[in-house]
């Protein structure tokens, strides 16, 4: 069994930066991906980024580009999200996420997180 917890959210100007972090326990190891999604009020859930815990390759929905990096930590067995330029738009839950699927991972992750807020305020 797998199991993500996240913080590192709050509230914060835009243009602003945050980092979320994601440590995860139980069994990750090589095969896995790890992603981080997020749900603003009254919107769907929506993909973020996603890294393989492995080799480190990256991926990240079109919102975040440029402004947004994964990384991950195999020693601590955490993850990371670098938000920079923060938009008030970017205001959501932001969730942990855990597959060993690289197809469903920007999907259907099969573990999750409880969720962090970040609240960006104009």
């Known amino acids: 069994q797998v199991q993500l917890v996240e913080s590192g959210g709050g509230l914060v100007q835009a243009g602003g930066s945050l980092r979320l972090s994601c440590v995860a326990s139980?069994?990750?190891?090589?095969?896995?991906?790890m992603g981080w999604f997020r749900q603003a009020p009254g919107k769907e859930r929506e993909f973020v980024s996603y890294?393989?815990?492995?080799?480190?390759?990256?991926y990240y929905a079109d919102s975040v580009k440029e402004r947004f990096t994964i990384s991950r930590d195999k020693a601590k067995n955490t993850v990371y999200l670098q938000m920079n330029s923060l938009k008030p738009e970017d205001t959501a839950v932001y969730y942990c996420a855990a597959s060993q699927r690289i197809a469903v991972i920007a999907t259907r992750p099969d573990h999750w997180g409880q969720g962090t807020q970040v609240t960006v305020s104009s």
């Open positions: 890294i393989s815990w492995s080799g480190g390759s990256t």
């Open positions: 139980g069994r990750i190891f090589s095969g896995y991906y």
